[in-house]
């Protein structure tokens, strides 16, 4: 089983082979649920020793999508719902007429914060200079 676990996980060279011996000479004398529960304590030390930590995340987890964008798409959800709530014909064509204004605007704002963060990241790599 321990050989299986080493070729899996491929590990580095500074891994000590008696180490692995000693473990197996450990579980020998155990019974098979023993050794089962011992084998996952062993490889999970190993694991911890040999492999780097993952990195957490700092702050926020969620793509940060600006204020004005979120309302926009708010609007534009509230809309899309009244459009498939409607029956009259007038007032679908006027709910179509904002509704794409309102992507218009979506799309003004989306260029606008693109060029902003472009300009940003210009600023940043000059200053750097």
Same mark, same amino acid.
């Given at each position: &089983?321990?050989?299986?676990?080493?070729?899996?996980?491929?590990?580095?060279? =500074?891994?000590? =082979?008696?180490?692995?011996?000693? +473990?197996?000479?450990?579980?020998?004398?155990?019974?098979?649920?023993? &050794?089962?529960? =011992?084998?996952?304590?062993? +490889?999970?030390?190993?694991?911890?020793?040999?492999?780097?930590?993952?990195? %957490?995340?700092? %702050?926020?987890?969620?793509?940060?999508?600006?204020?004005?964008?979120?309302?926009? &798409?708010?609007?534009?959800?509230?809309?899309?719902?009244?459009?498939?709530?409607?029956?009259?014909? %007038?007032?679908?064509?006027?709910? =179509?007429?904002?509704?794409? $204004?309102?992507?218009?605007?979506?799309?003004?704002?989306?260029?606008?914060?693109?060029?902003?963060?472009?300009?940003? $990241?210009?600023?940043?790599?000059?200053?750097?200079?």
């Amino acid at each position: &089983m321990f050989i299986i676990f080493v070729y899996i996980f491929q590990w580095p060279n =500074r891994l000590d =082979r008696n180490e692995l011996r000693s +473990c197996t000479h450990k579980l020998a004398s155990r019974i098979p649920i023993q &050794m089962v529960t =011992r084998f996952i304590e062993i +490889c999970s030390d190993i694991a911890q020793v040999h492999t780097l930590l993952r990195k %957490g995340s700092h %702050g926020k987890s969620q793509i940060d999508i600006p204020r004005d964008q979120r309302i926009l &798409m708010r609007k534009r959800h509230k809309l899309n719902q009244q459009l498939l709530r409607c029956n009259s014909g %007038g007032r679908k064509n006027k709910l =179509r007429r904002e509704a794409t $204004e309102l992507n218009i605007l979506i799309i003004t704002s989306f260029k606008y914060h693109i060029k902003l963060q472009f300009n940003i $990241e210009l600023i940043s790599t000059q200053s750097i200079k």
